[in-house]
């Protein structure tokens, strides 16, 4: 027979939130490829997109994206409110990706000190990745 604590005594955890923190940040990530996709599909029906177009400004909607196509215009596109979308996709999904690693890595290695330095190495990458990534963002 298997006991259970109640939900009274369990308590949160760090690694209970992390729990939550990866549930929920795929689904901010879904909720922010839904978002770009629609918008995507509203403002590119104007200029008859293809399909390649609208998913690649899905997964980052970066103004970038849009410049090498045939949408005459791009003010639409280029505007705060998009690269603020693109700059919470990168976030989420760095984290998200990072996190996912971590959890690999302590799977795997062994000692505390080699966890430790997995640990420290994802942190520098994630955040060194992300700014870089948000500075093309900005720039862009």
């Known amino acids: 027979m298997k006991r259970t604590l109640p939900l009274s005594r369990r308590g949160l955890s760090f690694e209970t939130l992390m729990w939550f923190f990866t549930r929920l940040s795929a ?17 590119g029906a104007r200029y008859q997109m293809n399909f390649a177009d609208v998913m690649r400004w899905a997964f980052m909607p970066n103004v970038t994206h849009v410049q090498g196509t045939n949408v005459p215009d791009i003010a639409p596109w280029a505007g705060l409110f998009w690269k603020l979308v693109a700059m ?10 990072v996190h996912g690693l971590v959890v690999i890595a302590d799977d795997y290695i062994v000692s505390a000190r080699g966890r430790q330095i997995v640990r420290l190495l994802s942190i520098l990458m994630m955040a060194s ?4 990534g948000l500075y093309i963002i900005w720039i862009s």
């Open 129 to 132: 990745m992300s700014l870089i």
């Open 88 to 97: 919470a996709l990168l976030l989420v999904a760095t984290a998200h990706g």
């Open 27 to 43: 689904l901010a990530m879904y909720a922010l490829i839904l978002f770009g996709l629609f918008g995507a599909l509203w403002m």
